[in-house]
């Protein structure tokens, strides 16, 4: 899966109406936490790669630019994934 909207899967069952963000899917062998926000719709791993936190208690921070793991506040970039303030730990974005 990618960034271009040629790229995107459509995710069974998740009606942006009614479903409750953020939502966990599961997409082949991937666990993937679905975030809105505004109009905006993004993926992530479902487990933090530091130490495996889960993604789906994550705050969005920085209007939708950043993401923080709970667990031990670890911050990423929604972009791409790329460390903000833990070096050598990137997140898969979808």
């Not at 995107?8 to 009606?15: A, F, K, M, S, T």
């Not at 709970?70 to 730990?89: D, E, K, L, Q």
């Amino acid at each position: 899966m990618g960034t271009r909207a040629d790229d995107w899967q459509p995710v069974d069952g998740l009606d942006p109406a009614s479903v409750a963000f953020p939502a966990r899917v599961q997409y082949a062998e991937e666990g993937i936490v679905i975030f809105r926000n505004g109009e905006h719709f993004f993926g992530v791993q479902q487990a933090c790669p530091h130490q495996g936190g889960a993604m789906s208690a994550a705050v969005l921070q920085g209007n939708g630019a950043m993401i923080r793991c709970t667990r031990h506040n670890y911050v990423f970039r929604t972009a791409n994934g790329n460390p903000v303030n833990c070096p050598g730990f990137r997140l898969k974005v979808f």
